[in-house]
């Protein structure tokens, strides 16, 4: 099966290796490295803000877009990146996005300019718009039924673990030899990632599909909210210009053309009769909600703890790591207890309680750097918080499974990650103008300590709009096993994962490689196992 010969594996092994195999660890390694990779420049940016501003002289619009721009194509484009690996094969393209980040991330760090650093970072997205749907399809796709819930597991344990990790090594790196290394670092991860995965991970497609892709649906669904994320930056420094208004409109207008297409469209990027259940609407303008309120507060908080409490770029991540290290503990936990007692009572207390810790956040000022002023004004701040995500994102993502045929999981579950990336630069985009900070802020400590204290209440009554809404919409029993999300380990905190689609079919394996026909086995959480992400078109 290509596992013992020392041969590379071929697709004849695909849906049959085993996790204890040393084929099964290889494909665990690669896939952790590849998604490990956008995770450590997702978690590491914010922190690294500062010094980019500083040494390429940007102002605040600049930081912004550099955040920005990675996620306008990601959140544009995962779908269609998704529907490319099962058409032509999820290794790959896979291998082509990892190839494509590490070539971008290089760009980055060669960046002479702001506008060079920011077309780089567009380019980022793109790569890991092929990259993060296929690190998980791969393992679904490679392993046997019986070792999907393991490998899973190891998937999501080793990204938690490489989570936790992550602001030291970024932060390190920002300090020491500056933020063009922590672009540097994929270099290597990519160079040991890529041949890894065209050794020992077996190819595999979905045969069902076909058709033509939706690239009309992916060109207006990048377009519209990079124009409106367009006006609200620059709306601080230009004004109510003809620009900012032009801008803003035309995005609107992309918005509705984009609703109109793929309500026409035989095979749309984004179907929207799964909006036609209630409460997977509602579950995600909940999730717009929080991750709206996440994606602000992350970029805003690191800079404050930087620039006004002193902190340093490694200081900075290590004190907004207890967050992440409640995830890793006790996402599990919280998925179980969910599945227990039901979502609603989750979804409305955690939002809640994310809510009480960005408000106590405005609590850090200059002598948060200090020991002590890290315990009593940071920490509090960053527990509590950590404490409403643990409550909320595992059962925020079974939630939208529960709310769609299973059938359609993978879509739901892709519709969900891509709206909470949108709602993040929307976010990281809009709350600089609405608490009133200018284009220099970042430079001066008062200025953005003020407009920060005005930022995190905006962020908070995001978060209670989401527990409303979530009070009066979600009437879900309780979950299924079955409808477990993938986070069985670690949930991340910057989107939610992406879950694989329906039930493997009978004669299949995996719905990746031909093989005698399975009875149900089970899959993350005890369920039955799905098969990999499969957007449509």
């Not at 010094?51 to 484009?77: C, E, H, K, P, S």
């Not at 991750?291 to 006004?308: M, N, R, T």
């Amino acid at each position: 099966m290509g596992e013992t010969s020392g041969s590379p594996a071929t697709p004849a092994a695909a849906g049959r290796i085993r996790a204890a195999s040393a084929s099964g660890r290889w494909i665990v390694l690669t896939t952790v490295l590849g998604s490990g990779m956008a995770m450590l420049d997702s978690t590491v940016i914010n922190v690294a803000l500062p010094r980019i501003g500083r040494d390429l002289g940007t102002d605040l619009a600049a930081l912004q877009w550099t955040v920005n721009a990675y996620m306008l194509t990601l959140a544009g484009l995962i779908l269609l990146g998704g529907s490319l690996g099962d058409r032509y094969g999820r290794r790959r393209v896979f291998v082509v996005g990892v190839v494509w980040f590490a070539l971008s991330s290089l760009l980055c760090a060669l960046a002479p300019n702001a506008a060079v650093l920011i077309g780089a970072r567009a380019l980022q997205g793109v790569g890991g718009a092929l990259l993060t749907p296929g690190s998980l399809a791969l393992i679904q796709a490679s392993f046997h039924p019986d070792d999907r819930a393991r490998a899973v597991g190891l998937w999501s344990g080793f990204g938690g673990v490489g989570a936790a990790i992550g602001p030291f090594v970024g932060g390190w790196l920002v300090d020491g030899p500056g933020w063009r290394w922590v672009f540097l670092l994929n270099l290597p991860i990519a160079a040991l990632c890529v041949p890894v995965a065209l050794r020992h991970v077996p190819e595999s497609r979905d045969p069902r599909a076909h058709g033509r892709f939706d690239v009309l649906g992916a060109v207006l669904g990048a377009l519209s909210p990079a124009l409106v994320t367009y006006a609200l930056i620059e709306a601080p420094g230009q004004g109510a210009s003809p620009r900012v208004i032009g801008a803003a409109v035309a995005g609107v207008a992309l918005g509705a053309a984009f609703v109109v297409v793929e309500r026409r469209r035989p095979e749309p990027m984004l179907p929207t009769s799964v909006f036609a259940s209630r409460l997977f609407t509602s579950v995600n303008i909940v999730t717009f909600c929080v991750y709206a309120a996440l994606g602000g507060y992350f970029f805003l908080s690191a800079i404050q703890l930087q620039v006004v409490a002193g902190y340093s770029a490694l200081g900075a991540g290590t004190a907004l790591l207890p967050t992440t290290v409640l995830m890793l503990l006790f996402s599990a936990w919280s998925g179980g207890l969910a599945r227990r007692i039901g979502p609603r009572l989750p979804l409305t207390v955690g939002p809640l309680l994310a809510a009480a810790g960005m408000l106590l956040m405005t609590r850090v000022g200059p002598g948060s750097a200090s020991l002590s002023g890290y315990v009593t004004e940071v920490l509090p701040a960053v527990v509590v918080l950590g404490l409403g995500l643990v409550a909320l994102v595992a059962p925020l993502t079974a939630t939208v499974l529960a709310a769609v045929d299973e059938s359609r999981a993978g879509i739901a579950s892709g519709i969900n990650n891509a709206a909470a990336r949108t709602a993040g630069l929307i976010a990281v985009a809009a709350l600089p103008l609405l608490s009133g900070m200018g284009p220099e802020a970042y430079r001066e400590a008062d200025a953005f300590a003020a407009a920060f204290r005005r930022a995190m209440p905006i962020c908070a009554a995001l978060l209670v709009l989401g527990a409303l809404i979530a009070w009066w919409t979600v009437r879900t029993p309780r979950a299924e096993p079955e409808r477990a999300p993938v986070c069985t380990v670690h949930c991340g905190v910057t989107s939610p994962p992406l879950e694989p689609s329906g039930r493997t079919a009978p004669g299949t394996v995996g719905e990746a490689g031909a093989g005698p026909a399975q009875p149900p086995t089970a899959g993350p959480g005890g369920g039955p196992a799905r098969g990999p992400l499969r957007p449509p078109g």
